[in-house]
């Protein structure tokens, strides 16, 4: 595909040079409809970026319940990426920027997301989300989560996420969510920021223009455990 050019009402939403992108795959399939795919890998490459998927365990495609699992590596500017998301997702920030790899195991099925061994990195990143602009260094992130729809549940063994504002670590997380009343929650958070730095995402956590801002830097513990009878939240901060 060359000079991509695709814009909604008037603004540009995703504009490409190039991509190029390589399918090869192996299975078996009975007439003109595939069975059973043994490997694939896919690999879509622009001039400044590159995204690989590998399928690690064979697939049989008429299984209703079928589990894709596939390993994903790649790099890139984080403004071709979400250009290429812009026309099928909607939420992608107008504005996204910064160097970034990415690596991880993801498994996919019917209610079923996990993710596992995942690693991100991004430098000098900006983002602007409604009237407030984001901007990081460097943001660093790594850990696994599972979500499963049959049940609602949430949940991470170990997830870290790191940056010159704010930085937090998970320990065996989970959340999940009720027909009625409150989610259960249980698991420990770890945390600590930068009011300073914070404070240029005021509109975005809710402070009103001018109104008073904390300096500072905090550290702090969050401990969760509830169940069908009573929630208990344990803080200790600094």
């Given at each position: 595909l060359q000079q991509i050019d695709v814009q909604r009402e008037g603004k540009v939403v995703w504009n490409d040079p190039q991509v190029r992108?390589?399918?090869q795959a192996a299975g078996a399939r009975l007439d003109f409809q595939p069975q059973r795919i043994e490997t694939a890998t896919v690999m879509m490459r622009g001039p400044a970026d590159t995204l690989t998927a590998e399928l690690l365990e064979p697939i049989?495609?008429?299984?209703?319940?079928?589990?894709?699992?596939?390993?994903i590596n790649g790099n890139g500017p984080l403004e071709q990426?979400?250009?290429?998301?812009?026309?099928?997702?909607?939420?992608?920030?107008e504005q996204l920027a910064g160097q970034s790899t990415i690596s991880a195991q993801l498994r996919a099925a019917p209610g079923l997301l996990q993710v596992d061994q995942s690693k991100i990195s991004v430098q000098n990143f900006a983002a602007k989300v409604g009237q407030t602009q984001?901007?990081?260094?460097?943001?660093?992130?790594?850990?696994?989560?599972?979500?499963?729809?049959?049940?609602?549940?949430?949940a991470s063994k170990a997830?870290?996420?790191?940056?010159?504002?704010?930085?937090?670590?998970?320990?065996?997380v989970s959340i999940q969510f009720t027909e009625s009343g409150p989610p259960?929650?249980?698991?420990?958070?770890?945390?600590?920021?930068?009011?300073?730095?914070?404070?240029?995402?005021?509109?975005?956590?809710?402070?009103?223009?001018?109104?008073?801002?904390?300096?500072?830097?905090?550290v702090g513990r969050l401990q969760l455990a509830s169940d069908?009878?009573?929630?208990?939240?344990t803080l200790t901060a600094t």
């Open positions: 992108v390589e399918i049989n495609l008429v299984d209703a319940n079928r589990s894709w699992f596939l390993k990426w979400a250009g290429r998301l812009r026309p099928w997702v909607s939420g992608v920030p984001i901007n990081e260094q460097g943001i660093e992130a790594a850990g696994d989560f599972r979500w499963e729809t049959a049940t609602r549940q949430f997830y870290q996420l790191s940056s010159s504002s704010i930085a937090f670590g998970t320990r065996d259960l929650a249980r698991g420990d958070v770890a945390f600590r920021g930068d009011f300073d730095r914070l404070a240029a995402w005021g509109d975005l956590l809710g402070a009103q223009a001018g109104g008073v801002r904390p300096r500072g830097q905090f069908a009878q009573r929630a208990t939240a």
